[in-house]
């Protein structure tokens, strides 16, 4: 074997290190990617995702009760009405944020 060959062998080996190298890389980064993506469908899976009716339902429980046992105090009863007037439209925002989020069609990049 002459000089060029062995020179040629040995560039050869460092380009197949360093492409295995990178491929690990690429490889541990989109695990990470993979993980992360599960870890948030896990935690989003979990949450309490309420219906309108359900949401309406539940709502005119609290005001029943709020009525029911808090009418001697007005002032807090109406800070009460309103928090669960809050929570109320919150619930069914985020229900028919994750509807139209789902429902969503990827769109195409606004070309210039």
Do not use: C
């Not at 541990?28 to 989003?44: M, W």
């Not at 979990?46 to 009525?67: C, D, F, H, M, P």
């Amino acid at each position: 074997m002459d000089i060029n060959t062995i020179v040629l062998i040995v560039i050869l080996i460092v380009m197949l290190y360093a492409i295995s190298e990178h491929l690990k890389d690429k490889k541990s980064v989109a695990e990470k990617n993979r993980e992360q993506t599960l870890a948030e469908k896990d935690e989003i899976s979990k949450e309490e995702i309420a219906t309108y009716g359900q949401v309406q339902e539940r709502k005119g429980q609290l005001l029943s009760l709020i009525n029911d046992n808090l009418s001697e105090h007005p002032e807090e009863s109406a800070q009460l009405t309103e928090i669960i007037e809050d929570w109320a439209d919150l619930k069914i925002e985020a229900f028919q944020n994750r509807r139209s989020w789902v429902r969503a069609t990827p769109t195409e990049p606004v070309k210039k």
